[in-house]
C-alpha cells in the first residue's frame, strides 16, 4: 500500500499544479520614453523609476538633460562618451534600455546608422514605419546585427496604417522581422484590435497599450473604448513574450495618477 501512495503522490501533484492559477506572464512592462516627450531623457528614467518600470523604449531627439554637456539629443551620432554616460544613467536605475523607436528614414545609409548605433547601445528591438521600398534593407541589417524589427502603425499618411498592408509587407520575410502593434492606432484607424492581434499572431514582438476616450484621446486603462482586458488575454492566448511600452502621447497635468491607475489595472488583469 505504500508503495501504492508513492506512484500516486507524483500524479495528485501534477493534477494540483495543472488545476491551479495560471501563471502570470513573463512580459517586459516599458516605459515608451515619448509619453514623457515634455521632459529630459533623464527626468523621465526618474519618472519611470518611481514608477517600478524596469524597461524603456526611447525616442530619438529627446533632450538628455543637463548633465549631458556634449549632446543635446538622443540621436545615432552621439559621442562614445555619451554612449557611455547614456549606459551609466541607465543602469544606475536598475533600467534596461530595450527598444529604440518610432524610428523612420530616407535614405539606407540612415538606416545602417541607426542599426550600428542600436548594436552599440544593446537594443534588442527597433520599432520603425522604413518605406515599403526599404524593407528588404532593412531586414537585411536586422540579421547583420541581430537586432528585431518590429513595424509600427501610426494613421494615414503611414502606409502601415492599413493592416492589410503589413501583412504584405512581412509575407515570406524571416521571423526577425515582426509588428509592433499600437491598439490605440487601430482602433483610431476603424480596425478592431483583437482581430488585428489575431491576424499577426506570431509576429508580435512590441505592443503599445492604451486606453482611448469617446474623442480618442488617452485616458486610464479600462475606463475607455478599447478592450485593454481582452488584448491582455489575447496575449496570453498567444504566448506573447515581447515588450509591452506604456504610451501616452498627451501628456497632461494629472497623467502621471492615470499611469499609477493604468499600471494597477495592468497587474490586477495579468494574473
Known amino acids: 500500500m505504500k508503495y501504492i501512495k508513492l506512484l500516486i503522490l507524483p500524479f ?3 493534477l494540483i499544479a495543472c488545476t491551479g492559477e495560471p501563471e502570470k506572464p513573463d512580459w517586459k512592462l516599458g ?11 533623464m527626468e523621465t528614467l526618474d519618472k519611470s523609476k518611481d ?9 530619438f531627439f529627446q533632450s538628455l538633460g543637463t548633465n549631458f ?16 554616460q547614456l549606459k551609466e544613467e541607465f543602469a544606475k536605475r536598475d533600467i534596461t534600455l530595450y527598444a529604440f523607436g518610432v524610428a523612420f528614414y530616407d535614405t539606407t545609409d540612415e538606416w545602417e546608422h541607426f542599426f550600428s548605433f542600436a548594436k552599440d547601445m544593446g537594443i534588442h528591438i527597433v520599432t520603425c514605419e522604413p518605406k515599403l521600398e526599404h524593407l528588404d534593407f532593412v531586414e ?23 493592416p492589410k498592408v ?7 520575410r524571416n521571423q526577425i ?30 505592443v503599445h497599450i492604451k486606453d482611448l476616450s469617446e474623442k480618442l484621446e488617452d485616458t486610464t486603462w479600462g475606463t475607455g473604448i478599447l478592450q485593454v482586458k481582452e488584448v491582455l488575454a489575447e496575449l496570453k492566448r498567444q504566448k506573447f513574450d515581447g515588450l509591452v511600452s506604456i504610451e501616452y502621447e498627451n501628456f497632461g ?17 495579468l494574473k
Request: proline share 3%.
Open 12 to 14: 495528485i501533484l501534477c
Open 31 to 41: 516605459m515608451q520614453t515619448y509619453t514623457f516627450h515634455k521632459f529630459t531623457l
Open 51 to 59: 514608477l517600478g518600470i524596469h524597461y524603456a523604449e526611447a525616442f
Open 69 to 84: 554637456a556634449d549632446s543635446a539629443y538622443l540621436n545615432y551620432d552621439i559621442s562614445e562618451d555619451v554612449k557611455k
Open 140 to 162: 537585411q541589417l536586422a540579421l547583420k546585427y541581430n537586432i528585431q524589427v518590429a513595424i509600427h502603425n501610426h494613421p494615414d499618411p503611414s502606409v502601415y496604417a492599413d
Open 166 to 172: 503589413l501583412e504584405k509587407a512581412l509575407e515570406g
Open 177 to 206: 522581422m515582426g509588428v509592433c502593434a499600437d491598439i490605440g492606432h487601430w482602433k483610431r484607424t476603424g480596425n478592431d484590435p483583437i482581430a488585428t492581434l489575431k491576424k499577426f499572431e506570431g509576429r508580435i514582438k512590441v
Open 253 to 269: 497635468d494629472s497623467q502621471l495618477d492615470d499611469i499609477k491607475k493604468s499600471l494597477e489595472y495592468y497587474n490586477l488583469n
